[in-house]
């Protein structure tokens, strides 16, 4: 298994529960948190490292009793009062505050964004630490309680169920619960001066002035969400809610029961409906079934833009075949310096691995033949529901539902550099 960040998260703990109650001012950027871990130990431990930014922390507790803290290269040292032994838990509680900022990556900031009008959070695949201390790991999930008081002309979405709206003196409180584990990467705040509107029995959070085109281009939305049920299995979370920012974005991106669009990303022509059905589709693929590691990003990515695929043909729009043959010959016509099961940071989102995934997930579906290929697909998002996966959980998985040996045909795919012929 390739740790792509071995600065991030820590095995030697797991987080179950987070509880994170947030006071947000938009206009100085101004973050004021207290987050409480329930965390476990996997091992003996005497100090507890958490990923987090450069806040100013004014106190940590241990189950109640303050403890010794530090802050140095990302990461928040807690002592613990004495050794927590293996299996043992413990509630730990830090307050802080400061004005939250991107973390850098390869990609540019990632995490708590300042919007021109609002805040936003995008923080695939290393950006939580931006806002609250965490385990930061794709394969420790944990549920979440997020509340968030900011000004009340703003409107807060975050991960989940709203469960409560309290109003204040010039602010209101939002709370937000998310009982299905979630990955920290995933867990969202959204702020702005959002209309929610209901369009074939999904949830849209948009600026007013861009309710028409919103409307029309997530028009469809619903019929996605009935093609996938049927395609990749049940829905996984409670709801869904596409949010677009008033601001433009470099690209859409996808949080757990949510997805964040740029106002670029609409047009009133459906122009970008591929990205929503792509963002539609990680709810399965990414934020229910999350990989293990980064290495292997094709089972998120890949299986994400087939699904574009699939909502081509499923909608009137060429098939996925058609789909498929385009971009082999392009694929064919591109350096093929990279294996898809481990393709390394620096091509960790090159649209290439996006692509030869789909086409990875086509040359399946072929081998498979439709009568065994989705069956087999829906397997898959039950068996590992809210958990997560690995290239090798997928491949045992395959092979259990066909008689058809398909070792080789993956091994080509994903561990070889040259692309395979076209399926």
């Not at 830090?94 to 991107?102: A, L, T």
């Not at 789909?358 to 498979?368: E, F, N, Q």
Request: with cysteine; net charge neutral; hydrophobic share 40%.
């Amino acid at each position: 298994m390739t740790s792509y960040f071995p600065s991030h998260g820590d095995h030697r703990y797991r987080v179950s529960h987070y509880d994170l109650t947030l006071k947000y001012g938009v206009s100085g950027n101004r973050l004021d948190g207290t987050a409480r871990l329930t965390v476990s130990a996997a091992e003996p431990l005497s100090v507890l490292d958490l990923d987090f930014g450069r806040f100013r922390v004014s106190g940590v507790t241990v189950d109640g009793a303050p403890a010794r803290h530090v802050y140095g290269q990302s990461k928040l040292r807690v002592t613990l009062p004495g050794w927590l032994s293996a299996g043992a838990g413990a509630v730990v509680e830090v307050r802080y505050s400061g004005s939250p900022v991107p973390v850098r990556s390869p990609w540019g900031g990632l995490g708590w964004e300042e919007l021109t009008d609002g805040a936003l959070v995008a923080s695939q695949p290393i950006g939580a630490p931006s806002w609250f201390p965490c385990n930061d790991r794709p394969d420790d999930k944990a549920s979440y309680r997020i509340a968030v008081t900011t000004g009340s002309p703003y409107r807060v979405i975050a991960n989940g169920v709203l469960v409560a709206r309290r109003r204040g003196a010039g602010t209101t409180t939002w709370i937000y619960d998310q009982p299905e584990p979630m990955a920290a990467y995933l867990a969202s705040v959204q702020i702005g001066r959002y209309q929610l509107a209901e369009v074939a029995g999904t949830r849209l959070a948009h600026p007013a002035r861009l309710g028409a085109r919103v409307r029309h281009d997530f028009g469809r939305q619903g019929e996605m969400m009935a093609v996938f049920t049927e395609r990749f299995g049940p829905y996984p979370f409670t709801g869904y809610v596409a949010v677009v920012a008033d601001d433009d974005l470099d690209i859409p991106v996808e949080a757990q029961g949510m997805s964040i669009f740029g106002r670029n990303h609409v047009d009133g022509r459906r122009g970008f409906e591929r990205l929503v059905a792509h963002e539609l589709a990680h709810q399965w693929f990414g934020n229910s079934l999350t990989v293990s590691c980064w290495s292997d990003i094709w089972l998120q990515e890949g299986f994400a833009t087939y699904a574009e695929w699939l909502w081509s043909e499923a909608s009137g729009g060429p098939p996925a075949a058609d789909h498929a043959r385009r971009w082999h010959q392009r694929l064919a016509g591109l350096p093929q310096d990279f294996v898809l099961a481990d393709p390394g940071v620096g091509t960790l989102f090159d649209d290439r691995v996006y692509k030869r995934g789909a086409l990875t997930v086509h040359a399946l579906r072929r081998a498979l033949g439709d009568a065994d290929f989705f069956p087999a697909l829906r397997a898959w998002t039950s068996a590992h529901r809210h958990g997560n996966v690995t290239t090798q959980d997928l491949a045992a998985h395959v092979q259990r539902h066909t008689a058809r040996p398909v070792g080789p045909l993956l091994s080509a795919w994903l561990y070889d550099k040259p692309l395979p012929p076209a399926a």
